[in-house]
């Protein structure tokens, strides 16, 4: 089973399973991991906005314009910043790192 790790608000480092084809969202929810998603994944607000470790940003695909017009809207928005709902576990994934932002803005 793939794994990936959160890196909580208050710095802690949580690794949990990660099947592959659910989102970083549905991951972080299945494993209580403290990320809203108002949305529910539609990508209507910013509210599950991840922070990418740099070594994995790379290995990502590119944003679509529908993400990057939403991340506009996250709080605390970094260079390899992502929302959650967007990022589909992969085998090429095993192993992602993402940290939480300090905060969320509502949605």
Same mark, same amino acid.
């Given at each position: 089973?793939?794994?990936?790790?959160?890196?909580?608000?208050?710095?802690?480092?949580? !690794?949990?399973? @990660?099947?592959?084809?659910? #989102?970083?969202?549905?991951?972080?929810?299945?494993?209580?991991? *403290?990320? !809203?998603?108002?949305?529910?994944? #539609?990508? @209507?607000?910013?509210?599950?906005?991840?922070?990418?470790?740099?070594?994995?940003? !790379?290995?990502?695909?590119?944003?679509?314009?529908?993400?990057? *017009?939403?991340?506009?809207?996250?709080?605390?928005?970094? !260079?390899?910043?992502?929302?959650?709902?967007?990022?589909?576990?992969?085998?090429?994934?095993?192993?992602?790192?993402?940290?939480?932002?300090?905060g969320t803005r509502a949605a």
């Open positions: 089973m793939p794994k990936m790790t959160f890196i909580e608000r208050d710095g802690s480092r949580r !690794e949990v399973e @990660a099947p592959l084809g659910l #989102s970083v969202l549905e991951i972080a929810h299945k494993h209580d991991v *403290d990320i !809203e998603g108002a949305c529910e994944g #539609s990508l @209507a607000c910013s509210t599950c906005h991840v922070i990418v470790d740099a070594e994995w940003f !790379e290995k990502l695909k590119d944003p679509s314009e529908d993400e990057e *017009d939403m991340l506009d809207l996250a709080f605390d928005l970094q !260079e390899t910043s992502r929302l959650g709902c967007q990022l589909i576990m992969t085998e090429a994934l095993d192993g992602l790192v993402v940290k939480l932002p300090a």
